[in-house]
């Protein structure tokens, strides 16, 4: 079975710190790896995803994430925070053939000014 | 217009009674996707569908049925609704095992 493990609920930065927030999966093979970002009150809306390509991935709003596969970690990082980064993330993956997409518990960042 | 729409927005219901939440896309998606969302829990899974005719549980659907009425058309009902049912929900649609999900604003459903 494919988990996700997002380490830390809650993470809180300065503005213009770096933001990291950590992500582990277990499968056995390579999975899909995608983030998503939820701003309060709305649906969540996709950051950038892995899909066995390049192992580090750009995504929106000046996020990237790098696929490591001997540590089963898929963080995302982000050079400066911005006040508009503030809301929860959340990491996903997706197994080749299935059609299931499993999430992680989500992490909450908050930016501090 | 929103590609997925989730009908209705919010919705406040007593113990016991039904109540469906409707989602519909004009993706082009087969397969369609409910999930729930909990503080702390992050999303999971309730049913999925590939197509029309392909309906399957997910990791939570004790309490939860669902109906595939087209394409584009994936409703969720809760047959007799109990308060630890109350809960964000979201309808989200894929076009491959490679895509991301694309979700809709979300139900957010309470149960009194």
């Known amino acids: 079975a494919q988990s996700v493990t997002q380490l830390g609920s809650h993470v809180s930065v300065s503005e213009g710190a770096l933001v990291l927030l950590r992500c582990n999966y277990s499968?056995?093979?390579?999975?899909?790896l995608f983030w998503y970002v939820q701003y309060p009150n709305q649906g969540l809306q996709l950051l950038l995803k892995y899909t066995s390509a390049a192992t580090l991935v750009k995504g929106i709003n000046g996020f990237e994430a790098e696929f490591k596969k001997s540590e089963t970690s898929f963080h995302l990082t982000k050079p400066s925070a911005h006040m508009s980064d503030a809301a929860e993330y959340f990491c996903a993956v997706s197994k080749g053939g299935y059609q299931k997409v499993t999430f992680g518990t989500g992490t909450k960042l908050q930016v501090i000014p | 217009d929103a590609d997925v729409t989730q009908t209705p927005r919010n919705r406040i219901t007593k113990t016991g009674k039904r109540i469906m939440l409707e989602c519909s896309q004009t993706?082009?998606?087969?397969?369609m996707y409910w999930y729930r969302q909990d503080p702390g829990l992050g999303l999971r899974l309730i049913y999925y569908?590939?197509?029309?005719?392909?309906?399957n549980k997910g990791e939570i659907s004790d309490g939860y049925s669902v109906s595939r009425q087209a394409q584009a058309k994936f409703s969720l009902s809760l047959e007799s609704a109990i308060p630890n049912q109350t809960a964000l929900y979201f309808c989200a649609t894929r076009e491959g095992a490679e895509s991301p999900l694309h979700f809709g604003n979300g139900t957010r459903l309470t149960v009194t």
């Open positions: 993706k082009g998606h087969d397969r």
């Open positions: 499968s056995s093979v390579p999975p899909y």
């Open positions: 569908s590939f197509d029309v005719k392909d309906i």
